[in-house]
Structure formats: structure tokens, C-alpha cells
């Protein structure tokens, strides 16, 4: 029922006085508490439908041999925990939004009050961080609380996506399905097929390298990890079970009877479960958002964990080092995943060949991606015992932390210094402020800046990497083909090759070329465990940013002051051609199509989205490597992490003769010998 009238008026003005405010907060409050129990029981019934799909066995706990989406995309505990807040903020904001009239765009400003009724229901109350010691601490918190000593929470593990623009959502909080002039949306799927077509082996990109790829993909793993929802008892839930009915947080995608592809299989629904909602940071009343369960700081998590149980359950707790696995044959391997949580393809039930635990859950996902997992793990090991071989008194603790920082800023330098001048150009690195000093500390940390990774970001722009995957990764003399490795480790256990011979493999061949095209290995067979039943990662990327309520291309272009056609014409026609009306373009599709801006790999509204990212991740980072400050590394440590490369790191841990001395980059190939590389001189850690 709404309320009267002037209620309604009062929350209508755009500025209010203290005693309207005063008026506004006591309406919400009373609100609240008329909703509180109807939500409640709502929320009960729904877990209780829940759990009816668990005990008919449709929502299963740990499926392999499965057609559910990425069985290795395991939600944390601590995320199904403010899932369940978000649930409840989420029902609540639209009994607010309802019985006052408010309109979906504009419920953020119209209820932002505080409100000390929905306290117990936000999860970033309790266990606030202690930042006591942080203040003068040389080391980040392995959750990235503590950075921002004003904002204490900002960057930390298990915290939202924040976002550039506020979101589109349809009926205040459902998934985006309706064009802005009626109608439906094209289909994700129809997206993909018409205009995600495979890649061809004539689109390489010219000048870099397959490691360009994996590396990107390495980044992202250490700064976003989207939540997704699951069913009762964390169990993976199956919508498509019956057809296309079952409602949130479903939302499954609709095949074309036509498809090119599935409709020979006659299949009609491919499974998508939406995100985890989460209350917002300050837990005021709002738009649905979304749950980073990474540190969104650059910081190396994906290696060392994001939160302490994980950071504890990777470490040796002797000499500063991280576990190792492997056996005999193949040692020096990242630590075994006895329980298999990731669901991989083991082969042959050998119980030597297993995947693999590393700070971010997904690294089973290919076998590229578990390589550079296992050298950054090895270099952290070899750091450790180059300190401990010069410094005999310092504890176990100490060496951890130390070779952690190091690690961490090596990332964070490879990243400025190698990855992005070759994505973005050296234009948008120059305005953005992004490249590296050679000498000196950088005195840009701006305390106001929230380094939080953008939904926009997450959603659709950095996921311009999906463009770059070829059809299959080059091994030993031969190649094979993603669907044979997905989730599935044998080859990084074969003593004739191993990771040697897959990150050899990664430089020795050119990444994609980032355009619309996607390998079909992607769009028709991803994580394929049955023709015809695999997933599709274009369509995947569409649908998740209408789950999110991510603005459509045109809005996100306009505010990245894109001007004209940012479109070879035949590309923007045939994307046109899809939609009754072209601002109802999805970020994804017209983002990653863009022409790209020169000297970068990306088109412009694509470069400003991600630019300005990497802005924030290292103005707003109290910890980037070149800052002075307490935490500072001394000018000479700072020289030598200035020294690192992609290719050296590569060299020091892996049997490798030689490599691209720039690992990312093919044009111009110096090749550098392994042999001569040097290791970090460590005396300046004395
Ligand atoms: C073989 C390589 C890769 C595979 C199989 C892969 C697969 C996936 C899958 C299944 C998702 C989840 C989609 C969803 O449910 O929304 C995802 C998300 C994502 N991918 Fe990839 N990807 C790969 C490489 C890359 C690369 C190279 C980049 C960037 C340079 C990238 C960036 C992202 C981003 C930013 C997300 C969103 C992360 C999040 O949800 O928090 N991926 N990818
Ligand atoms: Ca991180």
C-alpha cells in the first residue's frame, strides 16, 4: 500500500532541511519495520523452494559430469553469508521504492538515509577491522583492509563492485530484458551466433603474443571475483531444469530454435544463475549490487589468498614459503586439491595427477592460466630463500611478508610497465598518469580515490581479453585444443613438457586479435563435457551484464566523451541490425568491436573505462610499489623491482633456454637467454 500523498512529495524534493530529513528517516524507519517480517517470510519461503529442488536432487553439491555453468566457480562461505543481507536489503529497498513512488534511477539519492533498524542486517558492521598497526605497517593485510586509513573497508576482500554509473535494472532490481522502446532485448545467445562469430586463424594480432592473453587473464584473477548465487546447502544450481520457468536467481538463456550450433542437439536453454546481491558499503538503501570475493587492490591475492583461513592453507609455515606439490618426476608444482572443489576432468583416475589449490579458486580453469600460478608461486618460494640466505635472524613471518611485497610489486610493476602500454597506447597512458617512473618515489596516493574495481569494468570491458583466447594453446610440437584442457591438469604434470613447454607455448605463438570474433572453442564448446552441452562465454558476458544492470554502450560512450562512430561501419551495421533500437547496445558487444585507438589493442570507450581503473588501482593504493611512505620499499629495492620483467620471472623458474625478452611482445622479438639473467640482488634487502 503507498503512502500519502505528502509522504510521497516530501521524498520527491531534491533538497530537504534537517527537520524534513529528520521526517524522511522516521517514514523509512516506520517502513522498515511494517516490512521487515513480510520480507522475512517471503525470504523463508524461497529457501524453502530452495531446498525442494536440493532434496529432489535437481541442485547438486560438488557435479562433475555436468552441464551446469563453470563448475569451478565456487562461491565462498562468507559470500552465501551476504548474499543472504543482500537478499533482504534487496526486498526492502522495494517496499521503500513501492509505497513511495520512487522510480528505479533515482532510489540511491531518494533513500540514502542511515538507518540504525537495518544495523543488524549489515555485514559490514561487524568485524571491523583493527588498523591499529597498518598505519605503519610495511605490509598490506591480506584481505586489503587497512589501505585507505580513513576508508578502512575500501579495496577489501568480499566488499561490492562499485560502479561508474549508476545501474539499468528492469522493475527496480530484475535483469535487464526489455529494450527502451519496448519490446525484448535479442536473445544473448542470438548475439553471439550472429554476431560473435568464431575467430579466424587469419586474425592474429600481429604484435603480441599468446602470453598477452594469459597474463591479462592472470591480472584479473588478482582483482576480481564476481559471487554467484547458489541453492540450498551452497549447492550449484541447475535452471534449466524446466525450461526456461524457474525465477530468481535464475536466469537461464533462451537458444534460438534455429541456432546454428545447439539446435541440432535440440537444445533451448543454456544455464545461467545471477549474481549474489549485496547489501552497499555503507548499507544504506539502494540498487542491487554486486560482490568482489577478491582484494580488488593489485596485490598478488590470486597467489597468496584474499582472505587469512585461504592465506594460511597455501602456506609451508617454514622459511617464508608457500606449499608446493607434484611428485618425484614433476616437483615444484602448486599444492594439491585433494577434495577436487573446482570439479575438474581428472584423467584416468591416477591419483597422482590432481588439480591444484592457489589464492584464487579458478586456477584449474586451463592449463595457462595454472602455469603462471605455479611461477609467481616458485619465484615467492625462490625470494624467500634469497632473503633468509643473507638475513639468518628473521622469522618465518617476516620472510613471507617480505617476498609477498616483492611478488606484489613486481606484478604491479609488469602490469604498468609491460601489460597496459600495449593494450591502451601510449596516449591514454600518458593522460592517465599510468606509466612507471624510471627513477624515484611517485608521489601521486590520493586518499579520496577508491581503488574498487568498477562493475563496468568487470562486466564488460575487461573482459575485451575473451577476444584475444586462441582456439587452442601450443604445446610441446603440437597444440591442443582448449575443450581437451579445460579444467582438466594432466599436461602440467607430463614430465616431456609440463609448464616449461606451456608458457614456451604461450610466447611462442600471437594472441587474437581483440574484435568481435571469439574462438568458437568459447562460444560453442566451453567447458564442454558432453557435444552440444557446453557453455558460451560471449553470451555469458551479454547476459551477466544485463544481470547486472550494466548501462547500455551508447550511455557508457557518451560519458567517456566518445565522440562520432567509434565503428568500422560494416561491424556497427551488422551489430545494429540485432536490435530494434541502437541505444540498447550492450556494453560487451560494442565495447570489444570498437576500432582500436592507435598504438592500443582496444577501442576508446573500452580504453577509458579501463584506463581509469588502473587510475584508481594505483592513485588509491596506499601499498603501489613506487609510493613513499612508511610502507615504501628503500630507493634501491626500488631500482631492482624496476628491473623485472615478465620474461626474467619466467627464466628464473622454469627450465627455459630463452624467451621474447618482452614476453608480451612479438614485433621487433629480441630474444632474451635465460642464462644471462640475473636474480634480484638481495643485499639490498640486508
Ligand atoms: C582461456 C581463457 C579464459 C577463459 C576460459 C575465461 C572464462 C571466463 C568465465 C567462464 C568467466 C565467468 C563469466 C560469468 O559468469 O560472468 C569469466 C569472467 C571474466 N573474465 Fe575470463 N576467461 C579467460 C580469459 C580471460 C582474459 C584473457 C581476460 C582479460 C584480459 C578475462 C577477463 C575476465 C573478466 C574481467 C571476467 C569477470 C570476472 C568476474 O566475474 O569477477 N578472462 N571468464
Ligand atoms: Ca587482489
Not at 13 to 19: F, L, N
Not at 93 to 118: F, P, R, V
Request: hydrophobic residues 35%; glycine residues 8%.
Amino acid at each position: 500500500k503507498q503512502r500519502p500523498i505528502e509522504d510521497i512529495k516530501l521524498f520527491q524534493k531534491v533538497k530537504v532541511t534537517p527537520a524534513e530529513q529528520k521526517k524522511k528517516d522516521d517514514i523509512l524507519k516506520e517502513i522498515m519495520s511494517e516490512s521487515l517480517p513480510v520480507v522475512e517470510a517471503a525470504i523463508q519461503a524461497a529457501e524453502a523452494e530452495e531446498k525442494k529442488f536440493f532434496d529432489q536432487g535437481i541442485d547438486r553439491v560438488g557435479v562433475r559430469n555436468t552441464t551446469a555453468f563453470g563448475p569451478h566457480m565456487i562461491t565462498k562461505q562468507r559470500a552465501i553469508e551476504i548474499g543472504a543481507f543482500g537478499k533482504r536489503f534487496g526486498r526492502l529497498t522495494k517496499s521503500a521504492a513501492e509505497t513511495l513512488n520512487i522510480s528505479a534511477g533515482t532510489i540511491d539519492q531518494q533513500l540514502s538515509s542511515q538507518l540504525s533498524i537495518l544495523d543488524p542486517f549489515c555485514p559490514f558492521l561487524f568485524n571491523r577491522p583493527d588498523c591499529g598497526q597498518a598505519a605503519t605497517s610495511r605490509y598490506r593485510t591480506i584481505d586489503g583492509s587497512c589501505n585507505n586509513l580513513n576508508k578502512t573497508l575500501w579495496g577489501q576482500s568480499f566488499t561490492p563492485f562499485e560502479r561508474m554509473m549508476p545501474a539499468m535494472y528492469d522493475n527496480v532490481d530484475q535483469p535487464r530484458e526489455t529494450s527502451t522502446s519496448g519490446g525484448l532485448l535479442p536473445l544473448a545467445r542470438k548475439i553471439s551466433s550472429q554476431f560473435h562469430q568464431p575467430s579466424l586463424l587469419s586474425h592474429l594480432m600481429p604484435d603480441l603474443s599468446h602470453m598477452a592473453m594469459e597474463f591479462g587473464q592472470f591480472l584479473s584473477h588478482d582483482i576480481q571475483r564476481n559471487a554467484l548465487s547458489t541453492g540450498y546447502l551452497g549447492s550449484t544450481i541447475e535452471c534449466c531444469f524446466f525450461g526456461l520457468q524457474r525465477g530468481d536467481p535464475c536466469f537461464p538463456m533462451e537458444i534460438p530454435t534455429d541456432d546454428p550450433y545447439y539446435s541440432q542437439f535440440g537444445r533451448t536453454c543454456m544455464n545461467f544463475v545471477r549474481a549474489i546481491s549485496t547489501p552497499k558499503l555503507d548499507c544504506t538503501l539502494g540498487q542491487r549490487q554486486q560482490l568482489n570475493q577478491n582484494t580488488h587492490y593489485i596485490d598478488g591475492s590470486q597467489i597468496y589468498g584474499s582472505d587469512a583461513q585461504t592465506s594460511y592453507s597455501l602456506r609451508e609455515f617454514v622459511a617464508g614459503k608457500l606449499q608446493t606439490g607434484g611428485d618425484p618426476n614433476i616437483p615444484n608444482l602448486l599444492p594439491k586439491d585433494p577434495f577436487n572443489r573446482n570439479n575438474c576432468m581428472l584423467p584416468n583416475n591416477d591419483p597422482n595427477v590432481q588439480c591444484f589449490r592457489a589464492g584464487d579458486d579458478r586456477v584449474n580453469q586451463q592449463p595457462a592460466l595454472i602455469s603462471l600460478h605455479t611461477i609467481f608461486m616458485r619465484e615467492h618460494n625462490r625470494i624467500a630463500a634469497g632473503l633468509a640466505a643473507l638475513n639468518n635472524g628473521w622469522s618465518d613471518q617476516v620472510l613471507y611478508d617480505e617476498a609477498r611485497k616483492i611478488v606484489g610489486a613486481m606484478l604491479q610493476h609488469i602490469t604498468y610497465n609491460e601489460y597496459l602500454p600495449e593494450i591502451l597506447g601510449p596516449a591514454t597512458m600518458n593522460s592517465y598518469g599510468l606509466k612507471p617512473l624510471t627513477n624515484g618515489y611517485f608521489n601521486g596516493y590520493d586518499n579520496t580515490l577508491n581503488a574498487a574495481i568498477k562493475n563496468e569494468f568487470s562486466t564488460a570491458a575487461f573482459r575485451f581479453g575473451h577476444s584475444m583466447i586462441h582456439d587452442s594453446l601450443k604445446y610441446n610440437n603440437g597444440a591442443r585444443n582448449l575443450t581437451d584442457v579445460f579444467l582438466n591438469p594432466a599436461i602440467v604434470y607430463d614430465t616431456a613438457g609440463g609448464v616449461d613447454s606451456i608458457t614456451k607455448g604461450l610466447t611462442d605463438s600471437y594472441s587474437q586479435k581483440v574484435d568481435e570474433r571469439l574462438s568458437e572453442q568459447l562460444t560453442s564448446h566451453l567447458f564442454e563435457r558432453q557435444p552440444g552441452f557446453g557453455d558460451d562465454l560471449a553470451a555469458t558476458n551479454i547476459q551477466r551484464g544485463r544481470d547486472h544492470g550494466i548501462p547500455f554502450y551508447q550511455l557508457m560512450k557518451d560519458t567517456c566523451n566518445v565522440r562520432g562512430l567509434a565503428h568500422d561501419q560494416t561491424v556497427w551495421t551488422a551489430l545494429n541490425a540485432l536490435y530494434q533500437n541502437s541505444s540498447d547496445i550492450d556494453l560487451f558487444s560494442a565495447g570489444v568491436s570498437e576500432t582500436p585507438v592507435h598504438g592500443g589493442k582496444i577501442g576508446p570507450t573500452f580504453a577509458c573505462i579501463i584506463a581509469k581503473q588502473f587510475e584508481a588501482l594505483k592513485k588509491g593504493d596506499r601499498y603501489y610499489y613506487e609510493n613513499s611512505g612508511s610502507q615504501a620499499f628503500t630507493l634501491a629495492q626500488l631500482d631492482e623491482i624496476r628491473q623485472t620483467t615478465l620474461a626474467k620471472v619466467i627464466c628464473r623458474n622454469t627450465g627455459i633456454a630463452s624467451i621474447l625478452s618482452r614476453a608480451l611482445v612479438k614485433s621487433g622479438a629480441n630474444v632474451l637467454n635465460c642464462s644471462s639473467v640475473s636474480d634480484i640482488a638481495y643485499n639490498k634487502w640486508l
